[in-house]
């Protein structure tokens, strides 16, 4: 188990050095930062020093290491548009992106799970074909089509629900939440059901695949003819053993959102970090979309990097395979 988790820790810190590349780059060769941060006006004197200051007269591979030594501290400079640190801006933003991915999540999962079950004992029946139909668009529309839809129903049409922002929020210390307040948690509905809605699709259709090959298995047979109840066998047996490739896919998707989650803010005008990583490219603020690079991609590792530790302790054969090549068998 050690070196299965060495190994994935190695790896994540090489895939955080490859986008910390990207994002230097990104950094230090779209378009010069003096430039941006100065006026027309600046003299060549004030040009100079900010040039000495922020290390470009340095060779390339140091300002390389002195990006990725400063963006280990949660140094990613200066934003360009607010004269601010970055990291604050963006931790200013990351508990309404938070927020928004875990309430997508979990309608994902209170939704997604009991269609699956119920196309997979049902597939015959005219409800299931068109779950399974609905799936399909569900997969194959984009989430700002969705979006904008919501919208023009449940907001234009219906005005049930706020068309964007985020409603009132409570804070605690650095961190918002609206799920406390009544503004905020209806700001957070069809932001939420936006989001999640190819989640809720490919939950189902996993469940409902891994259902239609469990419930073939013999101690489902074993279940029933104990007496079992219906509900009993799909639910406490059945669903159970199909629970693992559901939450291995689930934690994976949640970096996904995060990172996917700009164009539900921008439709919604959710104040998260998606909407402030499209303001910056508005903008052309580049601190701000390299530290919005590396913090995306650092929660994306590591819960990639968790999922794997998890689904190790789980199931032992992962750390023979993955550790010992395949010779462990």
Excluded at 127 to 142: I, R
Aim: with cysteine; aromatic share 10%.
């Amino acid at each position: 188990m050690l070196a299965f988790l060495v190994k994935r820790l190695a790896e994540a810190v090489g895939v955080m050095l490859a986008v910390a590349l990207i994002a230097f780059t990104i950094f230090r060769f779209v378009g010069d930062p003096v430039e941006l941060m100065l006026n027309e006006q600046a003299s060549q004197q004030q040009r100079d020093e900010l040039r000495e200051r922020l290390g470009l007269n340095r060779s390339v591979p140091e300002q390389y290491f002195a990006f990725v030594a400063n963006a280990a501290r949660g140094d990613f400079g200066i934003s360009y548009r607010n004269q601010q640190d970055v990291f604050p801006l963006i931790a200013e933003r990351f508990p309404a992106t938070f927020e928004l991915v875990i309430v997508a999540t979990v309608l994902s999962l209170l939704i997604g799970l009991p269609l699956g079950v119920y196309t997979a004992v049902h597939r015959k029946s005219f409800l299931a074909q068109t779950l399974q139909f609905l799936s399909v668009l569900g997969v194959s529309l984009p989430s700002f089509a969705v979006g904008i839809l919501l919208i023009l129903v449940f907001s234009v049409t219906l005005g049930w629900l706020p068309a964007f922002g985020r409603g009132e929020v409570v804070k605690f210390g650095w961190w918002s939440t609206g799920l406390l307040t009544k503004s905020g948690l209806t700001a957070l509905v069809l932001p939420a059901v936006t989001l999640s809605f190819f989640q809720i699709t490919l939950v189902m259709r996993l469940v409902r695949a891994e259902m239609l090959e469990v419930m073939r298995a013999d101690f489902i047979r074993f279940a029933r003819a104990r007496g079992l109840s219906e509900p009993a066998v799909q639910f406490r047996h059945a669903l159970r053993n199909c629970l693992m490739p559901v939450i291995t896919v689930t934690g994976l998707q949640i970096g996904n959102l995060i990172a996917f989650a700009l164009v539900t803010e921008t439709v919604f005008q959710w104040p998260g970090m998606g909407l402030l990583f499209v303001q910056a490219v508005s903008f052309v603020d580049i601190p701000v979309m390299a530290g919005y690079l590396m913090v995306v991609s650092a929660v994306f590792v590591a819960v990639n990097t968790l999922v794997d530790m998890t689904y190790a302790l789980v199931d032992p054969r992962l750390r023979v395979d993955t550790v010992g090549g395949g010779h462990g068998r």
